[in-house]
């Protein structure tokens, strides 16, 4: 079975307190994109796991994607398989790429093996793999909170804009920005901001608390960020924690000169 895993972007994302279990809690709004890695599985009388596409950071044996598959194989009577990713999303750019692969794993292992496990039952597994990858269970745009793990729906749709988005090629990691935020609590949700104001008026509002740090450390990836404006962006943000960057259009443009030598990815909107 085939199936293609998708990537999200983050409208807003407020970094509210560090917890006692040392995460975070956090207020952010998932929204899909359709910019896919390419996963199979097939049966097989072992269980292996072999990539393709872009070089996946990390041992073989510690991909999110092995690690779905021994989570199910707990509580499941499950034969081996064959899983291979063809990897087209870019790692350490703040897309969810490798828990969105994680994510499709259990879905479609759910469908292999005819195991019946709801929405909500796959959430919960996918919360055991990473703080985002529950959101990659569902179909629609999601607020998340407490670690991004809790989700509920949001009134929003971008269906009719345009997408770019770009990738300086600079790899940030989870917990190096995780390290440089400062915490607190907005004056302002996230989801009364989307649900609220006009689009025009998310760049006055909807605010991603990582870009103060990484921009201060990186910045190129601010500069992206003013390009996209200037190139008549009516929004643009850094997505999760980096190192990609995107703008909302209201119509298709073209814009691979201007991000030269970057991955830039672009494309209509559900």
Known sequence: MVTFPHCKINLGLNVIARRG?????????????????????????????DTTGLVIPGQKQENLCLKAFDLLKKDFDLTPVHI??????PTGAGLGGGSSDAAFTL??????????????????????????CSFFTQQD?????????????????????FIVLVNPEIHVSTSEAYTGVVTKKSTLSI????ESKSLEKWKDFLINDFEECVFKKYPRIGELKDKLYQAGAVYASMSGSGSAVFGIFDQAIDLRENFDGMTCWSGDLN
């Not at 291979?84 to 999303?89: D, V």
């Not at 989801?191 to 989307?194: D, H, L, T, V």
């Open 141 to 161: 745009a999601m607020l998340g909170t407490s670690r991004g793990e809790i989700l509920t729906p949001i009134n929003v749709s971008l269906k009719g804009k």
């Open 107 to 132: 879905r479609t292992l759910n469908e292999i093996f005819n195991l019946n496990l709801s929405v909500v039952q796959l959430s919960q597994y996918a919360s055991i793999l990473g703080s985002d």
């Open 84 to 89: 291979h990713l063809h990897k087209l999303l």
């Open 191 to 194: 989801q009364s901001i989307i």
């Open 21 to 49: 279990d040392g995460f975070h809690d956090i207020e952010t709004c998932f929204y899909p994109i359709p910019w896919t890695d390419i996963l199979e599985i097939i049966p097989s009388s072992k269980l292996h796991f």
